[in-house]
């Protein structure tokens, strides 16, 4: 919904290296491509913005 903040998001993951990959899209989707992860291998974060009404159930599932 904020196309800026991805960059910011970026900007402030730098020094992650590999240890952290960020995707740019709809993290309710996405997640769905990349579970399950390997054991004790992924910590997934989402933010959803709330700015549409139908995140607040999306988050729920």
Do not use: C, W
């Amino acid at each position: 919904m904020h196309s800026t903040e991805i960059d910011v998001l970026r900007h402030n993951f730098r020094d992650a290296g590999r240890r952290a990959i960020i995707y740019e899209g709809d993290g309710f989707e996405g997640i769905k491509a990349i579970l399950p992860p390997a054991p004790h291998q992924a910590l997934t974060l989402i933010d959803p913005s709330y700015e549409d009404k139908r995140d607040y159930a999306r988050t729920l599932i």
